[in-house]
């Protein structure tokens, strides 16, 4: 059954009509529609276009939709057009004639727009609950691994960092992701239902009280912006993509850590797998995973601001394409975030190898500088002393530490005995605001 037959002299092509058909993956919009349907009826019932004996008729045959749904006994597929089309002709199967008043005063455009912010809210909400988890799981690996490390920028040892402030990091990208998401479920708190197609309807309805109804904060200003933008949908997609980006910059440390060259952390075996030839092989599959799925998560929100960029107000049918993009990137994130969790929860840290590595790269340099400051030596020049003496511990293949002080002296007569506890590795992050890096 067509919801639109009216109008046409022929049937609509086969090819047609599988091609237009979004069951398949609107599908899962099922609750949200009948949801937005069901404070539709109440509203109308309030506004009296809709007798009550009408109106609960009409509940009542959504409600029992709904309840064979859930216990399977109805199965959302079949040669529907969409899954309003969907509810819809199962509504009018059930109750007959009345179930024809469902759509007063309603559109499929102001229809599928409250659905999918609906969905979209819910599913953000999935989302900052998996970023909370995964926030927790790094704290409590930080808090247990106090461990010194060396720092790197440009991939070359830097300075001393501790294990946990470097996992702590990544908590604190996670932090503002969340905001990011909370700020863009302020600003798609709107209702659109009762924008109608595009133009409102000449029925007294209330969008006030569908609004409230469905849990929104007020109902839209302008009913063609309400029925044609997605740009909610666009903004919750770049939050996810820049979920995903820090998840990929994890994964990829994780990566490079659980290598032989590394060997800083040990992935799970529960989380790696092996090689069908070589069979020595662990492999970090999950997080290159990860890494990879990032791709198709900035791919979704490319294809549908692509798909939105040239389309003239209201709504156009090219918009349907805004489904499988939107949802293919929350599942993702939500199972990279899922999947990154547990990863995290079970990461062994190699403590004596992190420790050991701290001595190889000269990562005491700037605290040797740092020292040459206090003494009273402009800190250009003390760089450029320390850079000497870098030159020469390269040669002589030693740490600045296993220098004697008569060598050291031999660079700056400011260099006195209490150098050595002021570039001690572990020592130096009590001095100063480096405290923070243990804290
Ligand atoms: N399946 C459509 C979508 O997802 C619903 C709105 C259809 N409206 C219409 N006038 N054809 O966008």
């Not at 009216?6 to 979004?22: D, P, V």
């Not at 989380?271 to 069979?279: D, R």
């Not at 492999?283 to 692509?306: C, H, M, Q």
């Not at 293949?397 to 660079?411: A, M």
Request: charged share 30%; glycine share 6%.
């Amino acid at each position: 059954m067509k919801l639109w037959g009216g109008r046409f002299r022929k049937e609509e092509n086969k090819l047609m009509e599988s091609f237009n058909s979004s069951l398949a993956i609107d599908k899962r919009l099922v609750y949200e529609d009948i949801t937005g349907s069901l404070s539709h009826v109440n509203m109308l019932i309030k506004s009296k276009i809709l007798t009550e004996p009408e109106g609960n008729k009409i509940i009542e045959g959504l409600n029992s939709i709904l309840t064979d749904i859930e216990n399977k006994e109805l199965l959302v597929n079949g040669d529907y057009e969409d899954i309003h089309s969907f509810v819809e002709t199962n509504l009018i199967n059930r109750i007959g004639e009345t179930g024809k008043k469902l759509h007063t005063a309603r559109s499929r455009n102001d229809q599928i727009a409250v659905d999918m912010r609906l969905y979209a809210k819910k599913k953000s909400a999935d989302v900052i609950e998996a970023i909370e988890l995964l926030q927790n799981n790094l704290k409590m690996k930080a808090d247990e691994n106090v461990i010194i490390m060396p720092g790197y920028t440009h991939l070359q040892r830097a300075q001393v960092v501790t294990f946990k402030h470097h996992l702590m990091a990544y908590f604190q990208m996670l932090d503002r992701d969340k905001t990011r998401i909370e700020n863009a479920k302020t600003l798609m708190d709107e209702s659109p239902l009762g924008c109608g197609a595009l133009a409102g309807t000449t029925h007294n309805i209330n969008r006030d009280t569908t609004a409230k109804a469905l849990g929104f904060e007020k109902p839209v200003t302008n009913f063609l912006d309400g029925v044609s933008d997605r740009d909610y949908l666009l903004e919750l997609m770049s939050c996810f993509s820049i979920v995903m980006m820090h998840l990929s910059r994890l994964s990829e440390e994780l990566i490079l850590w659980s290598s032989q060259e590394f060997n800083f952390v040990e992935i799970d075996d529960a989380f790696s797998t092996g090689s069908s030839i070589m069979p020595q092989k662990r492999n970090p599959d999950a997080a290159e995973l990860i890494r990879g799925k990032t791709g198709r998560v900035y791919g979704s929100l490319f294809s549908l601001l692509t798909t939105m960029k040239g389309l003239p107000l209201a709504y156009n049918k090219d918009m349907q394409e805004d489904k499988e993009p939107f949802f293919d990137s929350v599942d993702t994130t939500l199972s990279c975030l899922e999947i990154m969790s547990q990863i995290i929860d079970t990461l062994k840290a190699n403590k004596e190898n992190m420790e050991k590595s701290v001595r190889k790269g000269f990562l005491n340099a700037t605290e040797l500088a740092d020292y040459l400051v206090k003494k009273g030596v402009p800190f250009r020049d003390a760089h450029s002393v320390v850079g000497s003496i870098v030159i020469y511990c390269e040669d002589n293949e030693k740490g600045i530490e296993e220098l004697s002080l008569e060598e050291l002296k031999s660079f700056s007569s400011d260099i006195n005995e209490d150098i050595y506890a002021y570039i001690d590795y572990h020592k130096s992050l009590n001095r100063g605001i480096k405290k923070t890096l243990i804290e």
